[in-house]
């Protein structure tokens, strides 16, 4: 059963708009959640995290929104850029547990110049 | 310059035999884990490990066995009892206490 889904495997966009990832959970003990980029061939690399006391974290141009009681999470690019291009992952964590990261599918972002 | 370093980029296993990946890291950090990719789907725990000389299974754990005897080195090996090893395997670390995962390079798994 997957505790972290992506449902969006693509999402194309023009460059300069807007790009939205969305991320749901099933697990209600988690409570960290953090977005991974991936360029082919290459290992994720970290791009912003969120903790479940919060409901906005804001790096640059990426910003993380937390909705607790849908168990949704998503990560706005503003503005695109055609670099932004990678598969980005979803992943969350429990206190519990907290050494054992789960990541989604991941959703594979093109941006079009 | 600080890392995740995984050898060898490309593998390839013959029927019946066992492979080792090597991950070494000179982040000092505590925690490590192993992750399996394939096409079109997330990234899977395989093993993780917290700290020296003790390792947990993760969710794909059959058929894949590691140490954890340097707090440097988590070698992962693929056993023969690994009926569907070819993948992408992704080597990572952290500070114990859900810091973000450093990722290695990867290594690309392929059965002749």
């Known amino acids: 059963d997957q505790q972290v889904k992506q449902n969006s495997p693509s999402l194309s966009v023009q460059e300069g708009r807007i790009s939205i990832l969305n991320c749901d959970y099933t697990?209600?003990?988690?409570?960290?959640f953090l977005w991974y980029k991936k360029y082919p061939a290459e290992g994720p690399t970290f791009l912003i995290s969120i903790s479940s006391i919060k409901d906005k974290n804001e790096d640059g141009r990426f910003t993380v929104f937390l909705n607790k009681s849908a168990k949704h999470l998503s990560l706005h690019i503003v503005p695109s850029q055609p670099g932004d291009s990678a598969v980005y992952f979803c992943a969350a964590s429990a206190e519990t547990s907290y050494d054992k990261v789960i990541f989604g599918p991941g959703t594979s972002l093109s941006v079009i110049p | 310059d600080g890392g995740i370093t995984q050898s060898p980029k490309y593998l390839f296993r013959k029927e019946g035999q066992n492979v080792t990946l090597s991950c070494e890291q000179n982040?000092?950090?505590?925690?490590m884990y192993w992750y399996r990719q394939d096409p079109g789907q997330g990234l899977r725990l395989i093993y993780y490990?917290?700290?020296?000389?003790?390792?947990q299974k993760g969710d794909i754990a059959e058929g894949y066995s590691v140490s954890r005897e340097k707090k440097e080195s988590f070698p992962l090996t693929v056993t023969s009892a690994q009926k569907n090893p070819t993948a992408f395997y992704l080597c990572a670390s952290s500070i114990v206490g859900r810091e973000k995962l450093f990722f290695g390079s990867g290594t690309q798994l392929s059965v002749l």
């Open positions: 697990n209600s003990m988690f409570d960290y």
């Open positions: 982040l000092n950090h505590d925690a």
């Open positions: 490990s917290q700290i020296v000389n003790d390792f």
